[in-house]
T-cell receptor
C-alpha cells in the first residue's frame, strides 16, 4: 500500500465549477500537508500548506485536513481555465525523518 | 519564480554516458531534495542533503549520486545512463524542512 493515494483523474469541469481534489494517507505521523500545482513540464508550485488538522483558505483555494480519517482535500471555487494543471498532494511527518511523500497527482482541465 | 535554479534546462545524451545536473537552492535554504518524474509516474524522491550532509535516501539507483557543496548548491550525477533514465529531474529546497520549493527542472533525454 502506498503511503499517499491520489486519484489520477483526469478530471474535467466547466469554468466556474467548484473542484474537489482529495488524497488519503496511511501514516498517522504525517503532520504537514501541502498542495502543489504543476503545469505541463514545469516545476511544482506550492499552493497551500497546512499544519495538523483544520481548514485554510487562500483566495479561491481552500485546504482541509481530517486527520481522524487520514484524508485531505483541496477545493477550488470559481474554477478558471488557468487552473488546468496537475495537482499534487504532499505530506511529511513532524519529527520522524525528512522525506516528503507525494501523491501521484490529479490532472484537472477546466473547460471555458 | 521559486528562487530555486537548475541547470541545464535540457540535456540530450546517449546510453552509457554520464551527466551532472546542478541546483542552487533559495537564499538561506539549507536543505536540498532531488526528485525524478517520469511521464507515467509521480514524483519519486531520490535523496536529500542538509547543509552538506546526506539526510535521507529514497529510490536512488546506485548509478546515481549527489552531493551538496559548502556554498549549498547541489549536483546530481547520473552515470551509465539507460533509456529508462529519461525523465524530468527536479530539485527542491527548504529552510526549516516543513515545506519545499521546486526548481524548474532539468529534462533529460537518453537516446
Amino acid at each position: 500500500q502506498k503511503e499517499v493515494e491520489q486519484d489520477p483523474g483526469p478530471l474535467s469541469v466547466p469554468e466556474g465549477a467548484i473542484v474537489s481534489l482529495n488524497c488519503t494517507y496511511s501514516n498517522s505521523a504525517f503532520q504537514y500537508f501541502m498542495w502543489y500545482r504543476q503545469y505541463s513540464r514545469k516545476g511544482p508550485e506550492l499552493l497551500m500548506y497546512t499544519y495538523s488538522s483544520g481548514n485554510k483558505e487562500d483566495g479561491r483555494f481552500t485546504a482541509q485536513v481530517d486527520k481522524s480519517s487520514k484524508y485531505i482535500s483541496l477545493f477550488i471555487r470559481d474554477s478558471q481555465p488557468s487552473d488546468s494543471a496537475t495537482y499534487l498532494c504532499a505530506m511529511k511527518p513532524l519529527l520522524t525523518g525528512n522525506q516528503f511523500y507525494f501523491g501521484t497527482g490529479t490532472s484537472l482541465t477546466v473547460i471555458p | 519564480d521559486s528562487g530555486v535554479t537548475q541547470t541545464p534546462k535540457h540535456l540530450i545524451t546517449a546510453t552509457g554516458q554520464r551527466v551532472t545536473l546542478r541546483c542552487s537552492p533559495r537564499s538561506g535554504d539549507l536543505s536540498v531534495y532531488w526528485y525524478q518524474q517520469s511521464l507515467d509516474q509521480g514524483l519519486q524522491f531520490l535523496i536529500q542533503y542538509y547543509n552538506g550532509e546526506e539526510r535521507a535516501k529514497g529510490n536512488i539507483l546506485e548509478r546515481f549520486s549527489a552531493q551538496q557543496f559548502p556554498d549549498l548548491h547541489s549536483e546530481l550525477n547520473l552515470s551509465s545512463l539507460e533509456l529508462g533514465d529519461s525523465a524530468l529531474y527536479f530539485c527542491a529546497s527548504s529552510v526549516v524542512g516543513n515545506t519545499q520549493y521546486f526548481g524548474p527542472g532539468t529534462r533529460l533525454t537518453v537516446l
